[in-house]
């Protein structure tokens, strides 16, 4: 109850820190005093390290040479026949017509037509191409069944690619089935498909290739983002009901002010009545909601649009954005809980599989959407660079909790980081969960509280007025 209370002054002593970020007033040290680097500075910093390690240069030659070996693909539409005599219609990329017709022959189809697409052929689709986790994660399970069962893994990817309803999906299964027919290892042609796979997937699949464990990593990857997803969900549950309570509340209030009011205001005109500076404030504002609604809603329209614009586009004001809402009171632990969480879980994932180290950070850093979290992993890869340990980067770290970072120390010194990472991950889910469960316990009353002030003030301003009208009669 006492956070409660004080909620909107630890608003605003954040808001106060928030603006020192963005506005760079911060000089932030490390625990030995030296200064710390941050946004461009640690961006060419990281670049400057990546040209002269060993290990980066490892791996941007492996970048090179794979997008060396690729040929530019163009987009066919294709008009096919399958078994059962229904008429399927779908988009196929490859390096040629011949290519195409090729592929959808060896799948069973009775082809119909195909040509190229032109150049106003565009697809109309919402998202960033990004296969969703749910359907990552069901599609991983059923892949690893098939190739527990014996189906080869080209069968299994048609398999897939046959049972799905959604057209987006059905075109990446496809790719990723022609691109198995041509020879590529399973983890290039998962590469191959843009952003549609996660970093951490291919580098796991990469991983089994080379152990010979390709269902067993599979399964594991599902359970994996299984796990992210209920946390995602668990996070926009926390969000979603509170702003809701709130929307509705606000809303009753406005309803009262624009629609109940005006009833009142005329009976106070026609009987001449006094009005107390409590209902003229309330006359005014009911006024003004009914007037000018239109700015009103402009206004904040274009708030949420010039926020959601620099929040997408503006790094320093996402970092001070991030920064002001971890902050916060209750709604800053969920979020800290919920990114520590997802890391280490991410971390003991990739060690678990022999990623290597600077492969892992690398990783994390893309899967992170978190400026805070992505500064501290690119600071550790340039401290790995030099020979320091992956804690030193996370000391003294204030989005980085004591206990993580002393079991992370316990991990390196022990060597059993993967399974000291999988702990706390276990430890900050069950933290998220209990905080998402505080929050929407505590947003009821305050909820309440609120109604119970606006109502009551709307109220006292009618009422004193009908006072004073009975004092005349």
Known sequence: MKKVLLFPITILKYAKKGLGYLFGKNNKTNSVGVKKLEGEALDKELERVKKEST???????????????????????????????????????????????????????????????????????????????????????????????????????????R??????????????????????????????????????????????????????????????????????????????????????????????????????????????????????????????????????ALVILTVLLVYSWCFKNLRFFRKAMQTFYMKL???????????????????????????????????????SDNEIYKEIINRTLIGLSKGAKISEAFRGEWAFPVVAYEMLVTGESTGQLALMMEKVADHYQGLHANAVTTIKSLIEPVIICFLAVAVGFIIMSIILPMFDLYGQL
């Open 55 to 161: 290990e980066f240069k490892r791996e941007e030659e492996t970048v090179i040479n794979n997008k060396a070996k690729r040929s530019k693909l163009k987009s066919y539409r294709y008009m096919v026949r399958g078994s059962n005599g229904s008429v399927l219609k779908g988009i196929f990329d490859a390096e040629n017509i011949d290519a195409v017709k090729i592929f959808l022959s060896n799948e069973g189809y009775e082809i119909l037509s195909v040509k190229e697409r032109a150049k106003w052929d565009v697809d109309v689709s919402i998202g960033s191409g990004k296969i969703g986790k749910g359907d990552l994660s069901f599609a991983l399970t059923q892949l690893a069944t098939y190739i527990k069962a014996g189906i080869p893994l080209v069968d299994s990817m048609r398999i897939l690619a």
């Open 329 to 367: 009171p209750v709604i800053g632990n969920i979020i800290i809980y919920n990114e520590v969480a997802n890391l280490t879980r991410t971390f003991s994932s990739l060690l678990n599989h022999s990623v290597f180290i600077t492969d892992s950070m690398e990783i994390l850093s893309q899967i």
């Open 163 to 296: 049972q799905t309803s959604k057209p987006q999906l059905r075109r990446i299964f496809d790719r990723v089935v022609y691109e198995l027919v041509v020879g590529c290892n399973f983890s290039t042609a998962l590469k191959r498909q843009g952003q549609a796979f996660p970093n951490l997937l291919i580098n796991m699949v990469k991983t089994s290739e080379m152990t010979g464990d390709l269902a067993g990593t599979l399964d594991e990857m599902a359970e994996y983002y299984t796990e992210t997803e209920k946390s995602r969900k668990q996070m926009l549950s926390a969000l979603i009901y509170p702003s809701v309570i709130l929307t509705v509340a606000i809303g009753a209030v406005i309803f009262i002010v624009v629609f109940v009011v005006p009833q009142f205001v005329d009976m106070f005109a026609s009987n001449n009545a006094e009005l107390p500076a409590i209902t003229v404030f309330i006359i005014k504002m009911s006024s003004f909601f009914s007037n000018y609604w239109w700015v009103i």
